[in-house]
C-alpha cells in the first residue's frame, strides 16, 4: 500500500515570505502528526490533527498552524519565515492511536534564504 | 513525557547481535515504550513497541526489565542496513504524540 506522500520534497523560501507543506496519510489513517527536525533541536512535535480537529499541540510560535481536511490530508502552514526555520518537515500518520505505530514520510526540506 | 537516557553511539559488527540500552526511570505505569529508527535521509521508522512484557517482532526484539525502568532493543543479526539513528520513547496511550531524545547513533562495520 501506498506510504505516507509529502510536497514538496525540497523548497526554498525568503524570509518573510509563507510557505505550505502537504502531507497525504496511509489510507485509512486519521491522524496525522507533523515534527521538525532540525541538527540542533533534533525531532520536534509541532501538532496533531484527528478527524480535522486538533488534538495536540507543541511549543511553537502561532506562525506555525495546520489543518487537516476530511479526507485526511493535512496541510502545515508557516508565515513570516525566519531563517531558523529551515529544516526537515515531517509528516507521520496513524490509525488514530500512536499505540499501533506511526508512519513517516520522507519529509520536506525547507530552506530560508 | 518521561525522559530517556541512550548511549550517544554504538558500534556492531555485521552479523552479530546488537544490544541498545535505553533507560526511562521516570516511567508511570501507563506509558508505553516505543522504539523508531530513522535511517539516513528518511523519516523515522517504527520498530517495536511494548508495556510490561518482552516483544518480538519480525524486525527486532524488546527486553523490559522488571521495574520498567530500562529496556533494550536487540537486533539479533545486523545487516549494514542497520545502521541508522534509534529513538526510545517513552509515550502514554492517548497522548497522541512521539518526544524524540537524541537516540543512538549505530554503525555496523562490515
Known amino acids: 500500500k501506498a506510504g505516507v506522500t509529502q510536497t514538496p520534497r525540497y523548497l526554498i523560501k525568503t524570509r518573510g515570505q509563507q510557505v505550505t507543506l502537504s502531507c497525504s496519510p496511509i489510507?485509512?489513517?486519521?491522524?496525522v502528526s507533523w515534527y521538525q527536525q532540525t541538527p540542533g533541536q533534533g525531532l520536534q512535535f509541532l501538532f496533531e490533527?484527528?478527524?480535522?480537529?486538533?488534538?495536540n499541540k507543541g511549543n511553537f510560535p502561532g506562525r506555525f498552524s495546520g489543518r487537516q481536511f476530511s479526507n485526511s490530508r493535512s496541510e502545515m502552514n508557516v508565515s513570516t519565515l525566519e531563517l531558523g526555520d529551515s529544516a526537515l518537515y515531517l509528516c507521520?500518520?496513524?490509525?488514530?492511536?500512536?499505540?499501533?505505530?506511526?508512519?513517516f514520510g520522507s519529509g520536506t526540506r525547507l530552506t530560508v534564504v | 513525557d518521561a525522559k530517556t537516557t541512550q548511549p550517544n553511539s554504538m558500534e556492531s559488527n555485521e552479523e552479530e547481535p546488537v544490544h541498545l540500552p535505553c533507560n526511562h526511570s521516570?516511567?508511570?505505569?501507563?506509558?508505553?515504550i516505543h522504539w523508531y529508527r530513522q535511517l539516513p535521509s528518511q523519516g523515522p521508522e517504527y520498530v517495536i513497541h511494548?508495556?510490561?512484557s518482552n516483544v518480538n517482532n519480525r524486525m527486532a526484539s524488546l527486553a523490559i526489565a522488571e521495574d520498567r525502568k530500562s529496556s533494550t532493543l536487540i537486533l539479533h543479526r545486523a545487516t549494514l542496513r542497520d545502521a541508522a539513528v534509534y529513538y526510545c520513547?517513552?509515550?502514554?496511550?492517548?497522548?497522541?504524540?512521539?518526544?524524540f531524545g537524541t537516540g543512538t547513533r549505530l554503525t555496523i562495520i562490515p
Open positions: 507521520a500518520s496513524s490509525l488514530g492511536t500512536g499505540l499501533y505505530g506511526y508512519t
Open positions: 489510507s485509512g489513517h486519521r491522524s
Open positions: 490533527y484527528f478527524s480535522e480537529t486538533q488534538r
Open positions: 521516570t516511567i508511570s505505569g501507563t506509558d508505553y
Open positions: 511494548g508495556l510490561t
Open positions: 520513547i517513552i509515550s502514554n496511550f492517548g497522548n497522541e504524540k512521539l518526544t
